[in-house]
């Protein structure tokens, strides 16, 4: 008789880091012989994969480690993991509230999964693991990635940038960054593997290196990657506005298969909420750098993170939010509410900005941002872009795919085949807020 054959459900929440260490868990799991099942009801192991960046994540994701208490009951055999920053954050106390969790992992963990949780089988005894000095930076073992084109590349752990509204140094501890031969092979592997679009990530990317005393690593390691044989498109991200440097600027600029995509995140556009928020620059210096970006690529994408009501925002302070946002023309933004984190130090400040009029300076900023998403996507109008194809979209015989910078398009299939991941020639003939229109022209 075999063994009836083992299941796992892995539950994601968070940002592009947590997809990453996730993709590594389902790595782990399957080199022990599980099977991915989409629905947690039966598995044999669920993994939650938490966020703590803001408290509305936290509570849709506390609300699912609750529901897994019914599932417990159902199947005691099961084992429920948390894991990533709410766990790391709150550890003892999340498992107190929350009995049906068996093993806690905090960040500092991820390539040491599989080894703790066949410790955990041996006894099944309850474990919880928080010690963030454990500093893992190199990455063992293999990825079972979402996409069959599209890798997530860790470069680089943690944060020292301690901005005064953000959790994440507390969660993810010191910034350490992966050795170049080490990112290298991660690639290389991919590629054997068909992999041809390449995301490098870290909090911080342009301070790679730094914790080996190496100048410019950031630019270049890119100019490593884009030299690797079968990389097509290369994308990184978080820049930091105070340590991008003119010569990533230049490497993106030669580098042929660098994207031209620049995620930027602002936060806030007056030069007084910068300086509280610890950030590092003015609303000069930040506009002086989208200058040097499009001097050297003149076609460049820039994209950013915006929060509203940082504690002290007054209505002229957010006037100058909107002045960036006019100025720049992003491309796409990620709009934030401020949201108070104990333990950072913007959660002891005074004059917290009341919750009705972050909402309404919210909906003004989305309202100035679709209007800029919609102007720069009606420059591709009557240009011929090229997209890798996603797949299929919700529309019947319509496929969707990214460009170079990240716009979605859609295009009609007519009579002809694609494979996921194909590159297509799209003629733009439509432009909504979201994503342009066009025809296959190839
Ligand atoms: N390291 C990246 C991303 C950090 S988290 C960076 O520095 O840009 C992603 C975004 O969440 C941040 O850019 C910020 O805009 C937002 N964010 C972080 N903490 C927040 C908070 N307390 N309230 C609201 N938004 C927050
Ligand atoms: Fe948070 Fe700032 Fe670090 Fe980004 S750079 S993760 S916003 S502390
Ligand atoms: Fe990412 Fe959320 Fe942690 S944004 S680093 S998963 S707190």
């Not at 099944?124 to 069959?148: A, C, N, W």
């Not at 928020?277 to 210096?285: A, D, V």
């Not at 496929?399 to 979605?408: C, E, H, N, P, S």
Request: with cysteine.
């Amino acid at each position: 008789m075999t063994d009836k054959q083992k299941t796992y459900c892995l539950i994601n929440y968070g940002c592009q880091m947590n997809e990453s260490d996730t993709e590594h868990y389902a790595g782990q799991l399957e080199e022990l012989g599980y099977k991915p099942i989409a629905d947690y009801h039966g598995a044999d192991v669920i993994i939650i994969n938490t966020c703590c960046v803001r408290e509305s994540a936290e509570k849709k994701i506390a609300g699912k480690i609750g529901e897994l208490k019914a599932e417990k009951r159902a199947n005691p055999d099961v084992v429920i993991c948390v894991a990533g920053c709410m766990a790391q954050k709150d550890g003892e106390k999340l498992v107190k509230k929350h009995p049906q969790v068996d093993l806690l992992l905090g960040t500092a963990y991820v390539n040491d999964f599989k080894r703790l949780f066949l410790e955990y089988l041996e006894d099944r005894k309850g474990k919880i693991y928080t010690d963030l000095t454990i500093h893992q930076s190199e990455f063992e073992g293999h990825m079972v990635r979402q996409s069959p084109f599209h890798a997530w590349i860790p470069i680089m752990y943690g944060c020292n940038n301690f901005c005064t509204y953000c959790i994440v140094p507390y969660v993810r501890g010191r910034e350490r960054s992966r050795s170049v031969e080490n990112i290298v092979a991660e690639i290389k592997a991919a590629v054997a593997d068909g992999y041809k679009e390449f995301t490098l990530l870290g909090q911080n990317v342009n301070s790679y290196g730094k914790d080996f005393g190496e100048k410019d690593a950031f630019a270049k390691l890119l100019r490593t990657v884009d030299a690797i044989p079968g990389v097509e498109r290369i994308h990184y991200m978080t820049s930091h506005p105070r340590d991008m440097s003119e010569e990533v600027i230049k490497a993106v600029a030669e580098g042929e298969h660098i994207c031209e995509g620049f995620h930027v995140p602002f936060q806030a556009g007056s030069s007084e909420i910068l300086r509280r928020m610890n950030r590092g620059y003015t609303k000069e210096k930040y506009l002086a750098l989208i200058d040097m970006i499009r001097k050297y690529v003149p076609d460049a994408a820039i994209t950013t993170d915006i929060i509203v009501g940082f504690p002290g925002e007054t209505e002229e302070d957010f006037a100058e939010t909107l002045d960036v946002v006019r100025r720049v023309g992003f491309t796409s933004a990620f709009t934030f509410i401020y949201s108070k984190r104990s333990g950072t130090p913007a959660a002891k400040m005074e004059n917290q900005v009341p919750l009705a009029v972050k909402k309404e300076r919210l909906n003004r900023l989305m309202a100035l941002q679709n209007e800029s998403s919609l102007h720069c996507h009606e420059k591709l109008v009557g240009k011929t872009v090229e997209v890798l194809a996603d797949g299929p979209s919700k529309q019947a015989n319509v496929w969707g795919g990214r460009t170079r910078t990240g716009v979605l398009v859609l295009w009609p299939v007519e009579d002809k085949k694609y494979e996921v991941g194909q590159k297509v020639n799209v003629l733009v003939d439509t432009a909504q807020t979201w994503l342009v229109k066009g025809k296959a022209v190839d």
